[in-house]
């Protein structure tokens, strides 16, 4: 059985950080897909609108979400994911600037299985990213692979 690509559903309104993140897992092997506001996301995630075609805008892996985003927070996103049965099983971690605790607090409230935060230097960055990627492909994809 031919197993599916890993897909990462990276949620992300700076157009910077979105080719930075893109960039940093030009070695890794998976699949991006690049929404930029919350309504993007949600609309992904529930096939809806402009993602209504199953065979395009498949089930992710793991969603990369950025807490502070157009249209629906990133919070919010991760209160939809983490309630819905259908979507709670997907890794969702946040990456964002905000090292506050209110923030990482709230983030891990809701269920987020990782907060990270986003890092000036790309090196360090593009390390901690790809140790992400392998924890939640390699590791864990075994575990949630049956479950997309």
């Known amino acids: 059985m031919k197993?599916?690509?890993?897909?990462?559903?990276h949620v992300e309104d700076e157009p910077a950080h979105a080719v930075?993140?893109?960039?940093?897992?030009?070695?890794?092997?998976?699949?991006?897909?690049?929404v930029t506001?919350?309504?993007?996301?949600?609309?992904?995630?529930?096939?809806?609108?402009?993602?209504?075609?199953?065979?395009?805008?498949?089930?992710?892996?793991?969603?990369?979400?950025?807490?502070?985003?157009?249209?629906?927070?990133?919070?919010?996103?991760?209160r939809a994911?983490?309630?819905?049965?259908?979507?709670?099983?997907?890794?969702?971690?946040?990456l964002s600037t905000s090292s506050a605790h209110v923030d990482l607090r709230e983030a891990y409230n809701r269920h987020a299985n990782g907060y990270a935060l986003k890092i000036g230097n790309f090196e360090k960055q593009k390390k901690m990213l790809n140790a992400l990627a392998l924890y939640w492909s390699e590791y864990n994809f075994a575990e949630t692979s049956s479950l997309c």
Do not use: E, W
């Not at 197993?3 to 559903?9: A, Y």
């Not at 930075?20 to 690049?34: D, K, N, W």
């Not at 309630?83 to 969702?92: A, E, F, K, Q, R």
């Open 81 to 94: 994911i983490k309630t819905d049965p259908d979507l709670m099983s997907i890794p969702t971690v946040i």
């Open 3 to 9: 197993q599916k690509p890993f897909l990462i559903l």
């Open 37 to 78: 506001d919350g309504q993007q996301a949600l609309d992904y995630l529930y096939r809806l609108r402009d993602y209504q075609d199953p065979t395009t805008s498949l089930r992710p892996n793991l969603v990369i979400l950025d807490l502070n985003l157009p249209k629906i927070s990133g919070l919010d996103i991760l």
């Open 20 to 34: 930075m993140v893109r960039r940093a897992l030009v070695s890794f092997p998976c699949q991006i897909q690049h």
